[in-house]
């Protein structure tokens, strides 16, 4: 999709040098996947504690439990 955006020069080419991008439309993919990215992060985080999760690792791998 093409689109005109206007966004400060320097702006951009700190985010390109600090990213290593060869091209503005790289780093303005780049950064916007990044912000997805870190979404999902933040969401995943906001779970923690909210899922039960009880697993039994040793029946899981198939090993004995008893000690003789």
Do not use: H
Not at 35 to 62: A, H, Q, S
Request: charged content about 35%; cysteine-free.
């Amino acid at each position: 999709m093409r689109t005109t955006l206007i966004l400060p020069d320097d702006l951009v080419d700190a985010a390109r040098e600090a990213a290593g991008m060869a091209s503005k439309t790289e780093t303005v993919i780049y950064a916007l996947k990044e912000v997805i990215r870190r979404k999902r992060i933040d969401d995943l985080k906001g779970m923690f504690g909210t899922v039960d999760v009880r697993i039994d690792l040793d029946k899981v791998r198939g090993r004995s439990t008893s000690r003789s």
